[in-house]
């Protein structure tokens, strides 16, 4: 699969508008904004996806299967289930392996109690989206999104739809503490109000710099010249300006913004899990 591809039309790209809603995105979801684009990932996905099966329990609630032989995800820092790259940050259900993303809470599903009473990730009807994926291992991943926004635990112990209370470790590892916390935090949120609010996941404060930086990638993936993406980033009108009186400073920059679009594309993206 060619580098010069994208995941749009001929145009698409060309309209700064249409990339503001990524303003607001936390920092988690930049990583799969720039891995979407990854020519090889897409090509991994079209291998993978004749192995994924969806079962939809619920409108807002799927579990995921995903044979594990058809794709090393390990390469890209998800778990097997594969995510189509066509779904942008608000659509999506990226499952990230532990290994590479702190954020992932670790905990043990347990019998309660309270006879009848239902598993507490699936009582309330929450306003997110929620996915199950069930590993060969039998470890049990359960992720919740919602707009860019997210919480992903790796289950042990009992299944989870079966399950009456989650436990998980008071004392986590030293160098997972804070990540964790605010795991769990974000979590008991959820069960309050039965939402990911955007108020526990504050925008990434690079972001309207990463606009800039998808948008310039968008094109030179399309092919564009340097010039086209000046034009496409700050309009024609202004471009054509800059191109005359200050072409150098301007050529610079779309330089930068595409160079830095392909570190963070081809795995750089990793920064934005720590």
Same mark, same amino acid.
């Given at each position: 699969m060619s580098a010069r591809n994208t995941l749009f039309?001929?145009? %698409?790209?060309?309209?700064?508008?249409?990339?503001?809603?990524?303003?607001?995105?936390?920092?988690?979801?930049? @990583?799969w904004e720039f891995l979407r684009r990854n020519p090889a990932y897409r090509a991994a996905w079209l291998e993978a996806r004749r192995s994924r099966r969806v079962v939809r329990l619920a409108p807002r609630v799927m579990v995921i299967e995903a044979d594990v032989a058809a794709v090393d995800a390990a390469d890209w820092c998800l778990?097997?289930? +594969?995510?189509?790259?066509?779904?942008? @940050?608000?659509?999506?259900?990226?499952?990230?392996?532990?290994?590479?993303?702190?954020?992932?809470?670790? !905990?043990?599903? %347990?019998?309660?109690?309270?006879?009848?009473?239902?598993?507490?990730?699936?009582?309330?009807?929450y306003?997110?989206? &929620? %996915? !199950?994926?069930? %590993?060969?291992?039998g470890r049990q991943h359960v992720l919740f999104t919602h707009h860019g926004r997210s919480i992903q635990l790796? !289950?042990?112990? +009992?299944? &989870?739809?079966?399950?009456?209370?989650?436990?998980?470790? !008071?004392?986590?590892?030293?160098?997972?503490?804070?990540?964790?916390?605010?795991?769990?935090?974000?979590?008991?949120?959820? &069960? &309050?109000?039965?939402?990911?609010?955007?108020q526990l996941y504050p925008t990434y404060a690079q972001s309207r710099r990463l606009a800039e930086v998808l948008q310039a990638l968008d094109g030179w993936l399309q092919g564009a010249t340097h010039r086209g993406i000046a034009a496409g980033l700050f309009g024609k009108e202004r471009a054509d300006h800059m191109w005359r009186h200050q072409r150098r400073h301007m050529l610079d920059r779309v330089r930068r913004a595409i160079k830095r679009g392909r570190a963070l594309m081809n795995g750089g993206y990793r920064r934005f899990l720590k």
């Open positions: 039309g001929p145009s %698409a790209w060309q309209d700064a508008a249409s990339y503001r809603w990524t303003l607001t995105l936390p920092r988690m979801a930049w @990583a778990l097997p289930p +594969l995510e189509d790259p066509a779904r942008d @940050a608000r659509q999506a259900s990226v499952f990230w392996a532990s290994a590479d993303c702190p954020a992932v809470l670790p !905990v043990l599903a %347990a019998p309660g109690d309270v006879h009848g009473a239902c598993s507490p990730l699936f009582r309330a009807k306003k997110c989206r &929620i %996915a !199950v994926y069930i %590993a060969p291992d790796e !289950v042990a112990g +009992l299944s &989870i739809f079966a399950a009456r209370q989650l436990m998980a470790a !008071v004392a986590p590892p030293h160098d997972r503490f804070s990540s964790h916390v605010h795991t769990m935090r974000r979590l008991a949120d959820l &069960i &309050i109000h039965n939402d990911l609010r955007p």
